[in-house]
């Protein structure tokens, strides 16, 4: 027979959790991670959500000359910081949901 009893707490358990990942979210928007490519001639600033917030170019990579350079070092200092980000948030959902990151599936629970 079933039990109700099991059945509310797991909707608490499942309301918590809830809770802590949409804390852990507002967290990860607030927290920064910077990526400087090219000596410092780049800079990537994103939110812990993987979300761009800033750039900054040095004015000699803003000449038709360097668009190759400039493309990639955008390139580069992106995907760094991206795969940060996923590291940052990997640790913080995991931290609020006490499931394991490795788990198949747990990329797009959160």
Known sequence: MFNFG???NMMK???DLQ???KK?????KK??????VGG???KIVENGLGEVIDIQIDKSLLNEENEEVLKDLLI???NEANARAKEVMS??????????ANLPGMDNLF
Not at 91 to 100: I, Q, V
């Open 6 to 8: 099991d059945l509310g």
């Open 13 to 15: 358990m499942l309301k």
């Open 24 to 28: 852990a979210k507002e967290e990860l």
């Open 31 to 36: 927290e920064e991670i910077e990526v400087e």
């Open 19 to 21: 809770e802590n990942v």
């Open 76 to 78: 580069a200092a992106l």
């Open 91 to 100: 640790k913080k959902m995991t931290e609020a949901s006490g499931l394991p």
């Open 40 to 42: 410092g001639m780049l």
